[in-house]
């Protein structure tokens, strides 16, 4: 049987939040608003352009159009220098076993992510020739949890929503993949992703056993 399986990409496969985050903070620094770790929560699996709106709605800032584009410039830029030297060691653990088990099992495998910088992450960690679909913030109008971003994976992949499991660790991001009928499982706190049909810390506690379960 060949199911399809569509990994988020921050928080699921890779990190990044940590340099989204030092890239807002440094921001949010310059416009005098306080951001901490745990604002950075909610701007987890939630667009850029939204993500600059909850930092100046939290500093109480009203800004142009004009300044909030030079903002998301420079935001982005920074993200991205802090990318520049990263490697495989950037997948989170038990992440690369998971793929290429599935790769072996003749699975079909696509990438679900709300950011613009996936393509560049996935060639940097060196999984990108692992994925037969990528779908990422430059495909999509609608962010998560509209199921628009995990439909068009499963359209790309010729397959039914309903042989499709999603990977996710954003409320928003389940919440799409149950919209969508498609299998979801949370990665991360059992308690915040509560309405995943499954839930896992993270992938070192994903077996081979579980896996074959889903595609059988
Ligand atoms: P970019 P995901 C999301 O990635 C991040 O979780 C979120 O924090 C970020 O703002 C968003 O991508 C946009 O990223 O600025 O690189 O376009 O979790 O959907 O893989
Ligand atoms: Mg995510």
């Not at 569509?6 to 340099?19: E, M, N, P, Q, R």
């Not at 999509?140 to 359209?155: C, G, H, I, T």
Request: proline share 3%; glycine share 6%; charged share 25%.
């Amino acid at each position: 049987n060949k199911k399809a399986f569509i990994f988020d990409l921050d928080g699921v496969i890779v990190d990044t939040a940590k340099y989204h985050f030092l890239a807002w903070q440094k921001l949010a620094q310059e416009l005098g608003i306080e951001f901490t770790p745990e604002h950075n929560e909610e701007l987890k699996g939630v667009s850029r352009v939204r993500s600059l709106d909850i930092i100046l709605e939290l500093g109480g800032v009203d800004a142009s159009q004009e300044d909030k584009n030079k903002w998301l410039i420079q935001k982005n830029e920074d993200y991205l220098s802090y990318l520049v030297d990263i490697d495989e060691s950037e997948i989170l653990p038990g992440v690369l076993p998971i793929l290429k088990y599935l790769k072996d099992k003749n699975q079909l495998i696509a990438l679900g992510s709300a950011s613009k910088n996936a393509r560049p992450i996935l060639e940097k960690t060196g999984i990108l020739p692992l994925f037969d679909a990528i779908v990422d913030g430059n495909d999509v109008s609608n962010a998560k949890p509209d199921p628009e971003v995990f439909l068009r994976a499963a359209k790309l992949l010729n397959t039914t929503n309903e042989n499709a499991i999603v990977f996710e660790d954003s409320v928003a991001g389940i919440q799409a993949a149950n919209i969508a009928n498609m299998t979801s499982i949370g990665i991360g706190d059992a308690i915040i992703l509560h309405e995943a049909q499954y839930n896992f810390e993270d992938f070192t506690f994903i077996d081979f056993d579980f896996i074959d379960a889903l595609i059988n």
